[in-house]
T-cell receptor, first 116, second 113 residues
Framework: DGGITQSPKYLFRKEGQNVTLSCEQNLNHDAMYWYRQDPGQGLRLIYYSQIVNDFQKGDIAEGYSVSREKKESFPLTVTSAQKNPTAFYLC???????????????FGSGTRLTVV | DAKTTQPPSMDCAEGRAANLPCNHSTISGNEYVYWYRQIHSQGPQYIIHGLKNNETNEMASLIITEDRKSSTLILPHATLRDTAVYYCIVRAQNTGTASKLTFGTGTRLQVTL
């Protein structure tokens, strides 16, 4: 079945270390997104990518980096510059050519990152 | 994208209809209303969307007022599994571009026995 896979589901990181969160999709979607969610809060956009080899900063990009070398993959690196990295991270994808709906806007199951 | 306003929380008895309101008074003519829900510690799930006509699918109904300044998501027979945070999102359909969705804090629906 097509979908988005995020790994790992739970991740622990020591303070000061960089960590990379994986996001892979087999939906043939052009656009991919990373959101961050804190307890009791909505989702905030970190980075997004409309096509391969291109990405834009979202609302809270500081301390994060991404790459989009392949259509299927959009890894997120949480760097040591991110002051409060403990959060729930969600990856999503959407079809760039889908003009009629967001049936194509699909979310992964998330990665919960804890800094210890 | 237009901003939306939702109540922070609502309760509903199991088996009854859950009516979740959303205000979007600054909505533009080309903006759609989307509803997603997020069950605890999972990714958001698409529910329904509409432009100006009422919509119904297997999950829910969407009622949009004539002036399009507000809408209501209706879960006709709520079950315990419908307990989740429900997000109302307004955005335009961009030709050839899948633009980003902006999420607010949503409405936390608690379905009780």
């Amino acid at each position: 079945d097509g979908g988005i896979t995020q790994s790992p589901k739970y991740l622990f990181r020591k303070e000061g270390q960089n960590v990379t969160l994986s996001c892979e999709q087999n939906l043939n979607h052009d656009a991919m997104y990373w959101y961050r969610q804190d307890p009791g809060q909505g989702l905030r956009l970190i980075y997004y990518s409309q096509i391969v080899n291109d990405f834009q900063k979202g609302d809270i990009a500081e301390g994060y980096s991404v790459s989009r070398e392949k259509k299927e993959s959009f890894p997120l690196t949480v760097t040591s510059a991110q002051k409060n990295p403990t959060a729930f991270y969600l990856c999503a994808s959407a079809s760039r050519s889908d003009r009629s709906s967001f049936y194509g806007y699909t979310f992964g199951s998330g990665t919960r990152l804890t800094v210890v | 994208d237009a901003k939306t306003t939702q109540p922070p929380s609502m309760d509903c008895a199991e088996g009854r209809a859950a009516n979740l309101p959303c205000n979007h008074s600054t909505i533009s003519g080309n903006e759609y209303v989307y509803w997603y829900r997020q069950i605890h510690s999972q990714g958001p799930q698409y529910i329904i969307h509409g432009l100006k006509n009422n919509e119904t699918n297997e999950m829910a109904s969407l009622i949009i007022t004539e002036d399009r300044k507000s809408s209501t998501l209706i879960l006709p027979h709520a079950t315990l599994r419908d307990t989740a945070v429900y997000y109302c999102i307004v955005r335009a359909q961009n030709t050839g571009t899948a633009s980003k969705l902006t999420f607010g804090t949503g409405t936390r629906l608690q379905v009780t026995l």
